[in-house]
């Protein structure tokens, strides 16, 4: 795993355009399993937690990051294979469960582990309600989550925009919330909602961002549907208007 080799070599590029300041570096456990639950405003919030952390932290990746044909995807495949990311089939059920299992060990060899609890990018900079999947494995495994807030990203980065500009950038790491492992058929759904809300409370309270009680993905369907009315509207009116002046 090339991980750190990136890190010596290309980090310090990153830190001079993102110009990253970490809060809280002692609330990471130096050993030992754990999971950095953070906010995600941009891409580049998966450059930012490793460039602030002391340790190797291991991420999910969309499936179709490894999926890719030729020598751009398989150029795609060996880079985040190599900086610790490992695929995940994002439409859930079964197909989600490999990666979570592939968490858990990640978790249980004595590694961190860093999730976004949204489960996407937040659409207009506020912070939405956490999926469970943190919550889960904590409670599985009886390691502590470390709540992250990300602050200054989206600014370097907005929604479309390929290459991140130059600015500062922060990441906040919260006191860790320690879990008592739990028997998986003793994990109930509210003690999962109970624990992820507490997550997402932790972050709230660091990164001052507007809370939204829904989820990230359900709102940004509903953006879509809604600019799409708005296309259609628009590409009718201008119809319209070609077919009066013919």
Not at 138 to 165: D, F, H, M, N, W
Request: glycine share 10%; proline share 6%.
């Amino acid at each position: 795993m090339l991980y750190w080799f990136f890190m010596r070599t290309l980090g310090p590029v990153a830190r001079h355009r993102f110009k990253p300041v970490a809060e809280g570096l002692q609330n990471i456990p130096r050993t030992g399993g754990g999971i950095i639950a953070a906010n995600h405003l941009a891409v580049i919030d998966d450059a930012l937690l490793p460039l602030t952390c002391p340790r190797m932290i291991h991420f999910m990746g969309k499936a179709e990051y490894f999926e890719g044909k030729g020598i751009k995807g398989k150029f795609k495949k060996w880079w985040f294979t190599s900086v610790g990311v490992f695929p995940v089939d994002r439409s859930g059920g079964s197909k989600s469960l490999g990666a979570l299992e592939h968490a858990r060990e990640i978790i249980e060899e004595g590694h961190l582990f860093g999730i976004h609890i949204e489960g996407t990018r937040s659409p207009d900079d506020r912070l939405y309600k956490g999926h469970t999947g943190a919550a889960r494995l904590a409670l599985e495994t009886g390691c502590p989550i470390i709540p992250a807030a990300i602050i200054g990203s989206r600014e370097l980065q907005k929604p479309g925009q390929v290459i991140p500009g130059k600015g500062h950038s922060k990441v906040i790491y919260g006191e860790p919330i320690e879990v008592e492992k739990t028997p998986s058929d003793e994990v109930t759904h509210e003690r999962l909602r109970e624990l992820t809300d507490e997550i997402t409370r932790r972050i709230q309270a660091m990164s001052g961002q507007e809370y939204v009680p829904e989820y990230a993905q359900v709102v940004k369907q509903q953006m879509k549907e809604e600019q799409d009315v708005l296309d259609s509207a628009g590409a009718e009116a201008a119809a319209d208007l070609e077919r009066e002046h013919e």
